[in-house]
């Protein structure tokens, strides 16, 4: 059983294009979280929900929007996509939002804008 | 605010040969440390954290890791190597007054037969 997935795991599309990232996560976690990593493989944080609250929100475009249907759900919208919105994007959960607590990350979606 | 550095970027190494990583932090308070490893096309594994305590650290895969305060420093450390370690090695740090993981730019591991 996958604890963390994310569909779909590849996604090519065109500059201008509205394309949505759909992360579970079934280990009963209460807090989520969408990091971004780039060409050269630096991760960084996103946005979190705890309990389907936003607790992060880092200074992203606001063409990405998260929205946590619930707890096991996190999903990432993002609008009119730009070349340099490629990269792969991970998905990752925790017990709670304390610092302690190890993430368990999913596999990646590695977003391609041509 | 916290960062973290990884003073390696590429580290090729013999099979069965020892590896270290380097990794230093800055944080104005106490904080959490923790390794992670990324294998070739797949998400993020923990490999081990520091929360308190004992300042040597075991994970899996045979992994351990140190936490020196005063050199602000949790350097990774396996004694023999596989072929199976190839991968990207990623040091983070969060506050203990936060949750917010701050990730170092990562160590690229190539072990070569």
């Known amino acids: 059983d996958t604890a963390v997935s994310q569909t779909p795991k590849y996604l090519v599309t065109q500059m201008g294009n509205d394309k949505s990232i759909k992360c579970e996560q079934n280990l009963g976690h209460d807090t989520m979280y969408w990091y971004k990593q780039d060409s050269k493989k630096f991760l960084k944080i996103m946005f979190s929900y705890n309990n389907k609250e936003l607790i992060i929100n880092e200074t992203v475009p606001n063409r990405f929007s998260p929205k946590s249907p619930d707890k096991a759900h996190l999903n990432l919208h993002i609008n009119s996509l730009e070349l340099g919105d490629s990269a792969v994007y991970f998905c990752a959960s925790s017990q709670g939002p304390t610092g302690s607590n190890e993430q368990y990350f999913g596999p990646g979606t590695r977003l391609t804008v041509t | 605010a916290q960062s973290v550095t990884q003073l390696d970027s590429q580290v090729p190494v013999f099979e069965e040969a020892p590896v270290e990583l380097r990794c230093n932090y800055s944080?104005?308070?106490?904080?959490?440390l923790f390794w992670y490893v990324q294998y070739p096309n797949q998400g993020l594994q923990l490999l081990l954290k520091?929360?308190?305590?004992?300042?040597l650290v075991k994970g899996i895969n045979g992994f351990e890791a140190e936490f020196n305060k005063s050199q602000t420093s949790f350097h990774l450390r396996k004694p023999s190597v596989h072929i199976s370690d190839t991968a990207e090695y990623f040091c983070?740090?969060?506050?203990?007054?936060?949750?917010?993981?701050?990730f170092g730019a990562g160590t690229t591991v190539t072990v070569r037969a």
């Open positions: 520091y929360l308190s305590g004992s300042t």
């Open positions: 983070a740090v969060t506050p203990s007054n936060d949750y917010k993981l701050s």
């Open positions: 944080s104005s308070v106490s904080v959490y």
